[in-house]
Structures are given as C-alpha cells and as structure tokens.
C-alpha cells in the first residue's frame, strides 16, 4: 500500500503479503506459497483477532471506556490486545505459562501490560493454570473483560473476513490447499470457511504438536489424554477442544516434532529469508512430509503465524538447539586475536 496514510496503527492491520517459497523443498512438485502474518504491526497474525475481539466486546457493551482486559496468551495474542488497548485507552493483564520466551513477556510490558506467569504442567482446570488464574482475574476485577481466545468466536470470526479473502484474492482463487499451524483453531477454521464457501474442494491441513490432542480427537472424535505431554512448539497443539476449532472444515491434522519444527523453522530463515517464528518450520516440514499428496497444478498457502524476533534466544540460539538434541554442533564463532 505505497503512499497510503493511516489514521492509527490498527489501520495497518491485515493486507500482509503472500510470499513464494523457493529452495527449500524445491523438489515438491507444487507451488507454495506463504501467508507473512510479521507483517502486521505486532508481528504476528494474532493482531487481526485482538481488534476483532475488543471491537466485538465493545458493539456488545461487554467493555465500557476505561476497563480493563485480560487474556491468557503465549504472547502474539497479548500484543495484538495490547496496540488495541493503547490506541482505545484500556488497561491489559495477561496470564500466561511458564514456557513462553522471555522476549514475548518483555514486549507485552514494553507495550504497558501486566503479565502474570503460571505453571505449563497443570490441567486446565487447576487453580494454576493459565485459564484458572484469567478467570479468577476476571471476577475480581470490576469492569474487566475475559477475552477468552479459546471459546470467543470473534477470533475465527477475525480470519473469516479478513485472512480467507485476501488468500482468495491473491491466489485469484487457484489455492488448493491450505496449511495451517494450530491452536486455539481461529486462523485454521475461520480462513477455512471463507475459502471452502469459494471452492469446497480446497483441502485443508491442519499442523498439530506431539503432546496435542487433536489429530486423534480429529480421527477418532475421542478426547484422549494420553495424547497430552509437555513439548517445546509454541503457539501450536493444545490440551483441551477449544470453541474455535471446526473440525468439519479440517481435512487432516499432520503432527510435526520440536526437532523438525526448529530445524525447519532455522532453514526458512537462512535458505529463504524468513526470520519467522517456530510454529512457522511446523507449517513447513508439514507441508514436506505431505508431499506426496501434492502435484504440479496445486497451490500450497501456508500460514506463518510470527516473526521469528521472539525466538532468537531459543531455536535460533545453537546452544538451545544442541542441549535439546535438536542440532549436533554449532557453528563456530571465531574470535579474532590481535597478535601483538
Ligand atoms: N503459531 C503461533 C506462533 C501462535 O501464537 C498461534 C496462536 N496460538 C498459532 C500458531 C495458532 O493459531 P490459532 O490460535 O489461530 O490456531
């Protein structure tokens, strides 16, 4: 959008660019295209879902001049909530788990929000859990409002009319698949609607965690909690059926490791230039491991949710990558001596 001038920075939301994937997996024979949602002004999709619900809550009288918002958010969420508050002068509080990066805690306090941090290892329902301690906030705090990403279908309601379009349009309608990494199921379900409305035979893949339950419920409608242990993906597979996910719209779920993911996610930027987030390699190596299914005629757009900022101190970083197992040796650093 050359010359344009906006009115704010929520103005800016949306509209992110469709990005052609070339060398890595060169050999596929479909074209693949990826959907850069670091674009948007708080790098990451989740800013189209944070207006949509403030200005939902707000048609709906759910949030009055000077209230306060909460949310549980690994911290895409939370920021997009976080330019929406600023700009329409309410307070955040977020709670979020105790394995999301540093960077994303810092930028929502950059941005003026109070971040409350909770235990990963608890079931939802647990007073802990990053669910509990949300509504426990909501309740006590007058004149707040619970977002509640998981259940609030004004996040796929977000993707309906804003990320299905664009796809569409920028495709000119040739997508024939869709790739997309998944969590609370708003991106996935609500791009998924639009695009199926315009041609039903558009598949769509939906990329799942080891540790999620998902791909099984999905295969088998059973909510299995065997399914459930810790991983390091984020953003990614969850522990419960959030609202959001509309299963019927999802062809299958592919199931991608943290180790594929991270070294994926570490190609993407080196071989094609995207500094995107982890759950971005999950989309990636997805896409890979279904290739099979794909032919010459097929077009491929994938969605990466952030940028990869918020990840340098973790998959970016080699010592992380080896003390997992992820990578076998670093790079070398050299440092150079000056002989006297
Ligand atoms: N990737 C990242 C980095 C995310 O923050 C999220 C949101 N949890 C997702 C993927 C999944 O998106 P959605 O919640 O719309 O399913």
Redesign the pocket.
């Known amino acids: 959008m050359a010359n344009k001038v906006y009115d704010d920075i929520l103005q800016t939301i949306g509209d992110t660019p469709l990005v052609r994937i070339n060398n890595i997996l060169s050999d596929c024979p479909a074209t693949i295209y990826a959907k850069v949602e670091y674009f948007n002004p708080g790098h990451?999709?989740?800013d189209r879902i944070g207006l949509r619900m403030v200005e939902d809550a707000e048609k709906r009288g759910d949030l009055k001049p000077g209230g306060t918002i909460i949310e549980c958010t690994?911290?895409?969420?939370g920021m997009g909530l976080a330019l929406a508050a600023i700009i329409k002068g309410y307070h955040c509080i977020f709670t979020t788990n105790d394995k999301q990066s540093k960077e994303k805690l810092d930028v929502l306090r950059a941005l003026g929000a109070e971040v409350v941090v909770c235990p990963t290892e608890v079931a939802p329902d647990d007073p802990r859990s990053y669910y509990s301690v949300a509504e426990k906030l909501n309740k006590e705090i007058p004149n707040s409002y619970w977002c509640n990403?998981y259940d609030n279908l004004s996040?796929r309601e977000a993707h309906y009319d804003s990320t299905g379009p664009e796809i569409w349009d920028q495709t000119e309608g040739k997508i024939t698949h869709f790739v997309?990494?998944?969590?609370?199921?708003?991106?996935?379900s609500g791009s998924a609607k639009y695009l199926k409305e315009q041609n039903p035979d558009i598949k769509v893949w939906g990329v799942d965690a080891y540790g999620s339950v998902f791909k099984k419920y999905k295969e088998t409608g059973v909510f299995d909690e065997k399914e459930i242990y810790p991983y390091v993906l984020?953003?990614?597979g969850e522990d419960l059926i959030p609202a959001n996910v509309d299963f019927d719209l999802i062809d299958l779920f592919e199931k991608v490791t943290d180790k594929d993911a991270a070294v994926m996610t570490r190609r993407m930027a080196r071989e094609e230039g995207l500094l995107v987030?982890?759950?971005s390699g999950s989309a990636l190596q997805a896409v890979l491991q279904l290739q099979d299914q794909l032919t010459k005629d097929d077009v491929v757009v994938m969605i990466l949710?952030?940028h990869g900022s918020r990840y340098i101190n973790k998959i970016y970083n080699d010592n992380w990558m080896m003390e997992r197992g992820f990578l076998s040796r670093g790079r070398t650093i050299r440092h150079i001596v000056e002989a006297k």
């Open positions: 990451s999709i989740k690994s911290g895409n969420t990403q996040n997309v990494p998944t969590g609370t199921g708003g991106t996935i984020e953003g990614i987030g982890y759950s949710h952030d």
